[in-house]
């Protein structure tokens, strides 16, 4: 079965940029939609960014938009979260997941719409 595997989190400084990484043990062309959402404790998971298959669609949250980049590498098998001027409401886990039913499109914002999830990466913003 395929895994996913987040890295890349940390302590950072606030005005920080961080580039979190998500592998799959197989082939990430296998897998369609990829998305990266977060959840701070005590809060509800939230939908962070989106991508489909081939990399030409992407979608993100209000609160991340303009700072957040959402990319994949195929050939890597790699799904990346580039994120910018970061503050203390960007600390929560990040979790990966991956959609498994063929779609061209990027606009799932659920987490019920993805059947495959990582374990998920700690992102803490502080001074």
């Known amino acids: 079965q395929v895994q996913l595997a987040e890295s890349g989190g940390g302590l950072v400084q606030p005005g920080a940029s961080v580039r979190l990484s998500c592998i799959a043990s197989?082939?990430?062309?296998?897998?369609?939609?990829m998305g990266w959402f977060r959840q701070a404790p005590g809060k509800e998971r939230e939908f962070v960014a989106a991508?489909?298959?081939?990399?030409?669609?992407?979608t993100y949250g209000d609160s991340v938009k303009g700072r957040f980049t959402i990319s994949r590498d195929n050939a890597k098998n790699t799904v990346y979260l580039g994120m910018n001027s970061l503050g203390p409401e960007d600390t929560a886990v990040y979790s990966c997941?991956?959609?498994?039913?063929?779609?061209?499109?990027?606009?799932?914002?659920?987490?019920?719409?993805?059947?495959?999830w990582g374990q998920g990466t700690q992102v803490t913003v502080s001074s």
């Open positions: 997941a991956a959609r498994l039913i063929p779609s061209s499109s990027s606009l799932y914002y659920r987490p019920s719409e993805y059947q495959l």
């Open positions: 197989a082939h990430s062309s296998d897998l369609y939609t």
């Open positions: 991508i489909n298959r081939n990399g030409g669609a992407t």
